[in-house]
């Protein structure tokens, strides 16, 4: 399996401080792998929601999570601060492809780096909508044109 290079800081428009917690850390001494995944959710969802394209209460229309993935290139450790990079690769008509690269505070490159991607769907249904004009909206000032979109 190839590893993709990591792609820098400068590579992402728009970024998160997230603090790390005590009970993220692991037995073996640095944030758990599983951590990452709730990091990558957060700077979404945060986005979404400071942006006005969601209401975690109202909105008709959900993204599911599909796919994941995640590199990992160097240790996070309680109690690192990190700034989650976001940046959209893909924007269809009912999906998005987010990546995210997680970097220790002031790091140029990433400690870890990955994507996830939602499918947006009826709230009722879980049938898959058209990306709503608000949505796009939002998210047209993260997309970045970049060949590691897989």
């Excluded at 394209?53 to 450790?77: K, M, R, W």
């Excluded at 309680?78 to 940046?87: K, M, N, Q, T, V």
């Excluded at 008509?93 to 987010?98: D, G, K």
């Excluded at 709230?123 to 796009?136: K, N």
Aim: contains cysteine; hydrophobic residues 40%.
């Amino acid at each position: 399996m190839n590893k993709p290079a990591p792609a820098p800081r400068t590579a992402y428009p728009h970024f998160l401080p997230i603090g790390t917690r005590w009970m993220d850390n692991d037995i073996y001494g640095h944030v758990n792998n599983v951590v990452y995944y709730s990091y990558f959710d957060t700077v979404v969802n945060e986005y979404l929601i400071r942006t006005g394209a969601l209401d975690i209460e109202h909105s008709t229309t959900i993204g599911l999570v599909v796919e994941t993935q995640c590199n990992y290139f160097a240790p996070i450790v309680f109690p690192d601060r990190i700034d989650a990079g976001l940046r959209v690769v893909r924007l269809g008509t009912s999906s998005v492809r987010y990546e995210v690269g997680l970097f220790t505070e002031g790091d140029a490159q990433p400690a870890a780096q990955g994507h996830f991607v939602h499918v947006y769907v009826d709230r009722e249904t879980r049938r898959p909508v058209a990306l709503s004009d608000a949505l796009r909206a939002a998210l047209e000032p993260l997309v970045v044109q970049t060949a590691q979109a897989d």
